[in-house]
């Protein structure tokens, strides 16, 4: 028996489908490459933006052919949709031919659903919202030399525009105990890179360890292996996290702090809690302890009352915070959420206008920074092999893709290359 696990969000449902698929491992399924030859195909959704949604309900259904004719097929839907109310009802109506339904608190329970299932003719449904950080769910991690692991669950911000707190839950941490186990058997195991991840890492809490703390006991622990984390919340960044950022060679000096927006009244009306003037003190904080370090983020244009000055301003942040890269998008209305009850929602021509501006101006950046590199040596952790291209690549430490030719595999590697040219935000070079 075969699955198929089609995955679709941030990296936190990344690292969750490794664990769908250490449970279905467990459960005797092997992976399969391809969506025909699968038994169960399991659908890991988003609903951060409408797009992931309509992505996700048009592959669900592009399956009513195969599932008619492949007897036994299962089909499951679980993640951040499944979990978002009413959704898992309208995604029945619609795919009555869906066979199993979990919340993002339940993914553990998946073997036990498919094996309701196979019992039982109507469609198997779980949405309990679980209050446990451990749920026994050993992932099968696909992704060497890179591993991620969660530190917290959930969100408490409630930002205006965002679903993630009603779908994920309220915020827990994980134990700091179990978290230095997971790493030091992952260093252990010969990973290279430790990504620790959370809607808001910096909120991180386990008794008096803070996220400062813990980062500090993650990069500690021995061997030759790298450290990222994401993502930090503006509001609760702090000089104490810088500083272990100094501290650790083995920390990345490259920091996702999402900003939304250059605008302090947009900011105020999406429940941020900082200011642009509060955000750029932050950035400049940073900058003054490690000079060398780089800034990426997520931008948010045409949210309700956004005027042009205002969008402006987000235009300008670029510039003053001198970001290397931007996760750059058009406000979704999410139902339920505050912001898709506001009035003067933006028209989509005006929204599609400003989203190109603000591409181009993060491109301009990107472009300028990447081409500091041409010539320099840089170290790289090689990850993979690009076949179309005949070249390995790996990331340095401030995120940009390296690619490079070898006549060895040196994929979980560390490797010194030369730059010889820039593209964006991919280099290239020789292998020194």
């Not at 620790?196 to 292996?225: C, H, T, W």
């Not at 603000?358 to 041409?374: A, C, F, G, H, P």
Request: net charge neutral.
């Amino acid at each position: 028996m075969n699955y198929h696990i089609v995955t679709y969000g941030c990296q936190m449902n990344v690292h969750e489908s490794e664990k769908i698929a250490g449970l279905l491992r467990g459960a005797g399924y092997e992976s399969e490459s391809t969506i025909e030859d699968a038994d169960i195909i399991v659908f890991n959704t988003c609903c951060i933006r409408e797009n992931a949604e309509n992505h996700a309900f048009g592959n669900i259904g592009a399956l009513k052919k195969m599932k008619r004719q492949k007897r036994g097929l299962l089909i499951a839907v679980g993640g951040c949709m499944a979990q978002e109310a009413g959704k898992a009802e309208l995604l029945v109506k619609k795919f009555p031919f869906i066979d199993i339904v979990f919340g993002t608190h339940n993914v553990a329970e998946l073997p036990s659903l498919i094996a309701r299932k196979q019992r039982e003719k109507k469609v198997v449904s779980l949405l309990e919202d679980r209050a446990e950080t451990e749920d026994g769910a050993q992932p099968y991690r696909t992704s060497y030399p890179n591993a991620w692991v969660n530190i917290t669950y959930g969100c408490n911000n409630f930002c205006t525009y965002c679903i993630v707190p009603y779908v994920r839950g309220r915020e827990k941490s994980r134990s700091a105990s179990i978290i230095l186990e997971e790493v030091r058997a992952l260093v252990a195991a010969g990973y290279k890179e430790i990504t620790l991840l959370g809607q808001n890492v910096n909120s991180y809490r386990d008794g008096e360890i803070d996220f400062p703390a813990l980062l500090d006991m993650v990069a500690s622990v021995e061997g030759k292996f790298r450290v990222r984390f994401m993502t930090s919340h503006p509001k609760d960044f702090s000089a104490s996290l810088v500083a272990v950022m100094k501290k650790h060679e083995r920390i990345c000096n490259l920091l996702h702090l999402p900003a939304q927006s250059g605008s302090s009244r947009i900011l105020s009306l999406m429940n941020r809690r900082y200011t642009r003037e509060e955000y750029l003190e932050k950035v400049a904080l940073l900058k003054k302890e490690i000079p060398e370090a780089e800034l990426t983020t997520d931008l948010i244009v045409a949210f309700p009352t956004e005027t042009e000055e205002e969008f402006e301003e987000t235009l300008s942040l670029v510039e003053e915070a001198d970001f290397s890269s931007a996760f750059t998008f058009i406000y979704s209305p999410r139902k339920g959420t505050k912001a898709a009850e506001m009035e003067e929602q933006i028209a989509p021509e005006v929204a599609k206008e400003r989203i190109t501006r603000l591409i181009d101006r993060v491109n301009e950046n990107t472009r300028r920074k990447s081409e500091r590199y041409v010539g320099e040596r840089i170290e790289i952790l090689c990850e993979d092999y690009d076949r179309k291209k005949g070249l390995y690549l790996g990331r340095e430490p401030l995120g940009r893709m390296g690619y490079f030719a070898a006549d060895r595999d040196c994929i979980g590697e560390f490797v010194q290359i030369r730059v010889t040219r820039a593209n964006g935000i991919s280099l290239y070079g020789e292998l020194v």
